[in-house]
């Protein structure tokens, strides 16, 4: 028992794939074991390469990009790099079980649920008694439906479902939590920790989350830039990093732990403000949708019982009252009508009844989830900005002025401005879109999730200059997120949304340190800390 | 929102076919305005007169003075294909013209307003295209007579609904981004909005599509003249040619065949120059 | 799904109510006097103006309408200028050549299709020589294929006939000889008339062929790479059912939008094949009525076939929605 054989083993492996025409190293002689019945967590970020790995593993590699691979990838003795079709089909039905990142693309769309468990089981019974076992209610029913009638989270059960159905040695689990909210995401990882228990199989989850990976792993493997540069027991490699990267992994973590910047950590703008109104004001605001035969199972924002057209309430009666100059962090899960609620604010869309005023001259600006869909792609970044100075009556070169200050605003270098979206990193566009926002200092900003899609040194830079522009513009803010840590750091209060309605308000320190509502309660115990930070 | 009508029709279009090395591209969309020149300037180029024999009747191709040959009445093949190619092309570009400008303008409008507008021209379009488009363009151009301008306007009837679908379709595409958003909240005025955040993001496909279409406008051209439904003999028409003369098909090949194999030239041309346009031109999906 | 069907089927109805309109009106503006048709050509102006009267052209234009959706539904296509038969007896002779030509074509177009896409997405090897010829034919005017096949098959090599369906006589009840000559057990027959058929289904078959195949192709190679079919490799399913059960399905939907498509082109392109192959059809009937400005005929082939592409294309969409679980919900 003291070292327990491996299920699969990877020994010197190096890769490369064509990827848009042009031959590229993606993995650099890795080399690792998975033991039999350990939780191994793969940690990087993107372009890392670890889903690649994943790849290799199930010997699912696209020959389109032609891969070149050196060294040896053991699952059960046989090689998956070299082994033939029908080979490593026999392996990946008898050893191996896979989960993916997108529960909404992973499953046939044409298929029930019952015939895509069955092709592994080949018996509804034992389907069923799957589908139990991943907390599948209901499941006999189940088997009859298609995907597109489930809800993300109850989709990624039943591809774990699928993934044990053939009584794997190992599972294969690429990111299986990413696309889903944390409360699901906590549920998944009880998930597979019990199914590792019940079918004692091993079980390699690549995520781009230490906090993730700490939370279940045994032992971790930090992967940067195709290179493993740590291997280790989890709790030692996330207390006592032995690589600068996986240090700087850990300290560009979003916490609910991190330094806030006391300049404006609430009080006195507050209080300040009393005399000059509120510069925005929400009351009773409600945006229903009609809804043909939503008969989503698991989905929580279904009202009435109608066969046919039903009423769902995104914005569900909110009242809010936001000072000026202050940060308002609005937090909730996906459906909790946070996001129709700040389209709302911008005017994008129109309340079915309520309303919203706002205090001063010119509009509220806005910064968009996807900077890459948010900016024109076909006009240069000089264009878009120098856009917004149309109405003030400059000359060519006072506008090319001015448009260099916003870049510079935003900590860009000039030539950024004549380049187009597409030649731009996604950091850099986002940056781009909070210039073009800012540049013509506004009452009110608006976030969307800016940097939901960065990763995390990126988004914990964006959000640092978002904090620096508000308090140089002395800007109103509403941010809207799904991360209480995010929320704790770019708001003064916090609202909590669920279901269309704000369950809790208050300042965002109190919030997070001492919730009244038991939904916000579950949601801070659903986000993924590492308790014990050994970067500070 | 109940829609009494079935979803409409609209050709899907295969994505994503052959890659073209860009010079190959270039080259072929050389051939498509080479083509075009020769159209325009056919009468130039004839070398003997279309309608007047002028050797003797039947002789093959390559015969002394005759490059393509005669016919049974001893006219010049070679001047009657190039008359008669002016005719096809020119006119297929015409209705292709024709059907982008209207459908190009319906479906703008149709994309950019929304709103009852948008329902009452998508549906006047939808009509149009759950019928058989080519037999309509047959009966219209029973009813009005044969002779090419009605023959161009039956098939331009018929043509422009599908410009409209697609470009409709390409315009709420694209408002939907949240490019059109953000540029509207920036404070950007509405034909700003029009004619810089949507219209250049329209113009790429609607090129590619209408491109591609050149060669099936050719190919209908075709088969409604050899229906009798083109320009009246004596005028050359590269179907109607064909037609009349089929019985000599197995004893002088060359007098059917010659028009037949100029509308498989331009047919090709038009195809591939269409393909090149598409590879060069940065289109969604 | 019954909402659905019911929903589509009225919207079938309302198209054929506006195509009948449009012939209607173009009956109105073309060329030739329905009155004269009937008293023929050497009657009295007054003879004439009497069957106008009697023929009801002098009343109201909506009355006139009305009487001729009645006529519609009571098989009266009113008579041909041509033949001076009723253009429904005419059709009801000449319709069921047209259909063995088309169903027959039709079916050949979707194996072709078939073959052009699968080999295409999955790369075999070698097979890229056979879509190219395919491609090039399909560029091709059908007039022209036509003359093709008659110079190699039957002026060089005298394989295939040239004209007609069969030279045995039709022993019924169809009129297709295909099927009639199977029913009556005649193998001598049978096959006469499949050797006629084979080489215009085939000219017919290309275009559409190719047009199908193309978008079948590029919605496989979308569909080859999405995450559902790498989660059913991960099953260890073997290639051949990973295709079968988790590409093919879901690629086809746009491919049947072309197949429902393409049957109206093919609907033009019989008009030509069948004058080509002399082929006793409505294509041939409507090509004969067009040099005469015989409207009443062209005008009750353009409402059959128009109906039959109305109602085909009704069957694709079902067929469709009974594909794709998620089309009904819209």
Known sequence: MTTPAAVASITDFSLSLVRNGTRSSVLNRVSFDIRAGEILGLVGESGSGKSVLALSLLGLLPPTSHPQAVGSVTVSGVDMLRADQAELRRVRRDVLGAIFQDPMTSLNPTMRIGRQIGEVTHDDAESVRLLET????????????????????????????????????????????????????????????????????????????????????????????????????????????????????????????????????????????????????????????????????????????????????????????????????????????????????????????????????????????????????????????????????????????????????????????????????????????????????????????????LDASLAKNMLALIRDLRARLGMTVLFVTHDLAVARLMGDRIAVMRAGRVVEVGPAEQVVSSPREPYTKALLAAVPEIVEDAAS | MTTLLPKSRIRPIAVGGSKLARPVAWGLIGLLILVTLVAVFAKVLAPDNPIQPVGEPNLPPLAAGHLLGTDQIGRDLLSRTLIGVQASWLSALAVVAGGLLVGGIVGLIAGATGGWVDTVLMRVTDLFLALPGALVAIAIVAALGSGLTNTLIGVSIVWWPYYARILRGEVKALAARPHVEAARLSGVSRTRLLTRHLLPGVVPTAIVTASLDIGNVVLLLAALSFLGLGQQAPAPELGADTARTLSQLLSQWWVPGVPGLAVLVLSLIANLGGDAVRNLLPVRR | MLRFLIRRLAGAVVILLILSFLVFVLEHIAPGDPARAYVGANASNATVAAQRQLLGLNDPFLAQFWRFLLGLVTGDLGRSLRTRQAVTADIATYLPATVQLVVAAFLIAVVLAALFAVSGALRWPGAFIGRGVLLLLATAPPFLLALLGLIVFFGRLGWLPARGTGDFEDPGPTGMQVVDTLLHGQGDAFLDALHHLVLPALVLSIAPAVAIGRVFRSSLQGVLHVDYVRTARSKGLTEGRVLARHVVRNALGPALSMAGLQLGFMFAGVVVVEQVFSWPGIGNYLAASIPVDDFPAIAGVTLVLGAIYVVSNAVVDLLQAAADPRVTVQ
């Open chain 1, 134 to 453: 991943v907390g599948v209610r209901d499941a006999a029913l189940r088997l009859r439906v298609y995907p597109h009638e489930l809800s993300g989270g109850l989709r990624q059960r039943v591809m774990a479902a699928i993934a044990v159905a053939g009584r794997p040695g190992l599972i294969v689990a690429d990111e299986p939590t990413t696309a889903l909210d944390v409360t699901v995401q906590a549920q998944l990882l009880d998930l597979l920790r019990e199914l590792r228990a019940d079918f004692g199989c091993s079980v390699l989850l690549i995520t781009h989350d230490l906090g993730v990976a700490d939370q279940i792993a045994d032992r971790l493997a930090v992967l940067h830039h195709g290179e493993l540069v740590e291997l280790g027991p989890a709790a030692d490699v996330v207390r006592h990093p032995q690589h600068d990267y996986t240090t700087s992994l850990l300290a560009a973590r979003l916490t609910l732990g991190m330094e806030r910047d006391g300049r404006f950590a609430g009080g006195e703008k507050i209080s300040g403000a009393t005399d000059v109104g509120p510069a925005v004001r929400i009351t009773g605001l409600r945006r229903t949708f009609a809804v043909r035969r939503g008969r989503a199972f698991g989905s929580t924002r279904r009202r009435g019982r109608g066969n046919d057209a039903q009423e769902i309430a995104a914005v569900d009666g909110v009242d809010l009252t936001i000072a000026p100059g202050e940060a308002l962090a609005i937090v909730g899960e996906s459906g909790s009508g946070k996001t129709t609620l700040l389209r709302i604010v911008a005017g994008l869309e129109q309340p079915t009844s309520g309303s919203v005023t706002l205090a001063g001259s010119g509009g509220p600006q806005m910064v968009f989830q996807d900077a890459g869909s948010s900016l024109t792609p076909w006009l240069s970044v000089g264009e878009t900005l120098g856009e917004r100075l149309l109405r003030q009556d400059l000359s060519k070169s006072e506008i090319g002025q001015r448009v260099i200050a916003a870049l510079a605003a935003v900590d860009l270098p000039p030539e950024v401005a004549r380049a187009r979206p597409g030649e731009l990193s996604g950091g850099q566009r986002q940056r781009v879109a909070l210039a073009r926002a800012t540049m013509i200092p506004p009452a009110v900003l608006l976030c969307d999730e800016p940097t939901s899609a």
